[in-house]
């Protein structure tokens, strides 16, 4: 009768001749490092890690540290919606990494005020489209929401703006 075997024995004889290269290491590395900078976000913004704690983390790491901070400032950074409350990853950029407060907020401003223009555009040209379907009034407001031209506009405008504060990291 043969010995019964656990299934991490199983698996570790399975694999006990394969390794990894560097580049999968690195790989694996940076995966890791990119999902706790992610929670460390997370944390932040659902109020259960301050700035401070953030910072420490941070600097705690050695050999790590460029690489952290790099991929924290573009975690931040991809969570900056236009018309949304941008605060706390402003004051996470501005304190924890670095990047000039006044700098990010003008950017976003400047953004801001494109896509408000063109929502005015979108709407008026909606309002026309409609009007020339016969529907009129001053009750009669168009859906944004539904228009896909819209949505490619406001897609483009937040690109934009990440391309943007991404080039002053």
Not at 19 to 34: F, I, V
Not at 81 to 104: S, T, Y
Not at 139 to 146: C, E, G, H, K, Y
């Amino acid at each position: 009768m043969g010995k019964i075997r656990s299934t991490l024995d199983i698996v570790m004889d399975r694999t006990k001749n394969l390794s990894m290269t560097s580049e999968e290491r690195e790989n694996l590395k940076r995966k890791e490092l990119s999902d706790t900078v992610r929670a460390w976000v997370q944390r932040y913004l659902d109020g259960k890690m301050n700035l401070d704690e953030m910072r420490a983390r941070v600097e705690s790491s050695k050999d790590d540290r460029p690489l952290e901070l790099s991929l924290l400032k573009s975690e931040l950074v991809s969570g900056i919606l236009l018309g949304a409350d941008n605060d706390k990853l402003i004051d996470a950029l501005d304190r924890v990494c670095g990047i000039d407060r006044g700098k990010i907020s003008a950017i976003i401003d400047d953004h801001q005020a494109k896509l408000d223009a063109l929502m005015s555009r979108n709407l008026e040209h909606l309002r026309l489209q409609l009007e020339k379907e016969g529907i009129r009034g001053s009750s009669v407001v168009p859906n944004l929401a539904r228009s896909e031209s819209w949505q490619d506009s406001a897609r483009k405008v937040q690109d934009s703006l990440t391309r943007e504060i991404t080039g002053i990291l």
